[in-house]
């Protein structure tokens, strides 16, 4: 069955690093192109990074574009998003997405073209 299991998240400074990692089903990681969600609270769920086309292609949104990678490890069936220099703003639960492939260069951000979702993983930053 589909199954995304994220894993982390914690609580860090201003400046401070995280690596976010989702473990994918065999099925999921193969037939389907995966992304990086966060939802804050009180705000709207936001697509952070994607990845396609055995991790040759990416994409970023606005805001952690410099900071954060987004990556597969194929050996593992493991999407994973290392954040750098992390700001208060980033602060919010991560969650890991899976969608089919189909346009995917069109709305890869976009919430409502994923299919499968993990239950997320928490990120805080403070000062």
């Known amino acids: 069955g589909v199954q995304l299991v994220e894993s982390g998240g914690g609580s860090v400074q201003t400046g401070g690093s995280l690596r976010l990692s989702c473990v994918a089903s065999?099925?999921?990681?193969?037939?389907?192109?995966m992304a990086w969600f966060r939802q804050a609270p009180g705000k709207e769920r936001e697509g952070v990074a994607a990845?396609?086309?055995?991790?040759?292609?990416?994409v970023y949104v606005d805001s952690v574009k410099g900071r954060f990678t987004i990556s597969q490890d194929n050996g593992r069936y493991t999407l994973n998003l290392q954040m750098n220099s992390l700001k208060a703003e980033d602060t919010g639960m991560y969650y890991c997405?899976?969608?089919?492939?189909?346009?995917?260069?069109?709305?890869?951000?976009?919430?409502?073209?994923?299919?499968?979702w993990g239950r997320g993983t928490q990120v805080t930053v403070s000062s």
């Open positions: 990845i396609a086309n055995a991790g040759t292609k990416t």
């Open positions: 065999e099925s999921v990681y193969m037939n389907y192109c």
């Open positions: 997405a899976a969608r089919t492939c189909a346009n995917w260069w069109l709305d890869s951000l976009a919430a409502d073209r994923y299919s499968y």
